[in-house]
């Protein structure tokens, strides 16, 4: 396999007839996304391992949490005024 410009190589991933209703699910939730498998794959990868890592946390609270550390990165927080009452 070709290593990519990250240096990480690309894996494959089997399911089987007993996944298939599992795999179903993940098309309709990637269409709905606009990702394509592998990106929903992946979403959930990263979903389960910080949630693996914070058991105490609703899965929508990380979502939340995830969300906007991305809008934060992309420019769109506004930083919290402490003590200011509006």
Known sequence: MARTAEGVSPISVRFGKDDAPMV????ARARASKRSMSEQIKYYAHLGMV???NPDLPMSFI???LEGVEESRAGLSVPYEWGVLK
Request: avoid cysteine; aromatic fraction near 0%; hydrophobic fraction near 30%.
């Open 24 to 27: 179903r699910t993940l098309r």
């Open 51 to 53: 949630a693996k890592d």
């Open 63 to 65: 979502e939340g949490v």
